[in-house]
């Protein structure tokens, strides 16, 4: 069974910065988009960031550019989300995703999810 973990959540002072990881157990998904999603309390999940296999291709969300930047590591099946400049607003749990195919916006375009990691930023 395929399995997308996360790591690297945690509280952080607002200013201050994260860095998720994100670990597929097959290296079939060094050829596949993958992305972050974040879900606050109370509202709806909403798209992050994501990227394409090979890096060349990159997406985010207007709330986090500039300060979040997402990449993959050599092996291709690990993404990372370097979260710089936090806001209370970015309080969340934080969700990596993938898909065999393209970089898509949707969260229903992505078959494979993980467990979810929660970052909070304190005012």
């Known amino acids: 069974q395929v399995r997308l973990v996360e790591s690297g959540g945690g509280l952080v002072q607002a200013g201050g910065s994260l860095r998720l990881s994100c670990a597929a157990s097959?290296?079939?998904?060094?050829?596949?988009?993958m992305g972050w999603f974040r879900q606050a309390p109370g509202r709806e999940r909403e798209f992050v960031a994501a990227i394409s296999w090979n890096g060349a291709y990159t997406h985010y969300a207007d709330s986090v550019k500039g300060r979040f930047t997402i990449s993959r590591g050599n092996a291709k099946n690990t993404v990372f989300l370097q979260m710089n400049s936090l806001k209370p607003e970015d309080t969340a749990v934080y969700y990596c995703?993938?898909?065999?195919?393209?970089?898509?916006?949707?969260?229903?375009?992505?078959?494979?999810w993980g467990q979810g990691t929660q970052v909070t930023v304190s005012s």
């Open positions: 097959e290296r079939t998904f060094s050829s596949s988009a």
């Open positions: 995703v993938a898909r065999t195919a393209v970089v898509a916006l949707s969260e229903f375009e992505y078959n494979y």
